[in-house]
């Protein structure tokens, strides 16, 4: 049974960072590319940033571009996503994901989801 559970949301005021964690268990991890997606209400899925499964490829949404970091420890079957210099609007339900082969911007080409965990920015 494939597990993805993501961690280390919370509440935190404009301009400062977070770092969110998701460890997988019941799939060839190394094997597979990770994405992270985020959720605001109302709001649709969207792409925050991702990486290949030797983490020698990445990609980011624009709005994130220098203030995000993504990265993956495949020794412990974990993706991160360092999050710096948050804004409100970075405010929503973040979630990873994990498919095989390459990364993609699409949420609908990702085989596994965790839970997510929410990411509030106050202002």
């Known amino acids: 049974q494939v597990q993805l559970v993501e961690s280390g949301g919370g509440l935190v005021q404009t301009g400062g960072s977070l770092r969110l964690s998701c460890a997988s268990s019941?799939?060839?991890?190394?094997?597979?590319?990770m994405g992270w997606f985020r959720q605001a209400p109302g709001n649709e899925r969207e792409f925050v940033a991702a990486?290949?499964?030797?983490?020698?490829?990445?990609g980011y949404v624009d709005s994130v571009k220098g203030r995000f970091s993504i990265s993956r420890a495949n020794a412990k079957d974990t993706v991160y996503l360092q999050m710096n210099s948050l804004k409100p609007e970075d405010t929503a339900v973040y979630y990873c994901?994990?498919?095989?082969?390459?990364?993609?911007?699409?949420?609908?080409?990702?085989?596994?989801w965790g839970q997510g965990t929410q990411v509030t920015v106050s202002s």
């Open positions: 019941g799939l060839p991890f190394s094997s597979y590319a």
């Open positions: 990486i290949s499964w030797s983490g020698d490829s990445t």
């Open positions: 994901a994990a498919r095989t082969w390459s990364w993609n911007r699409s949420p609908g080409m990702y085989n596994y």
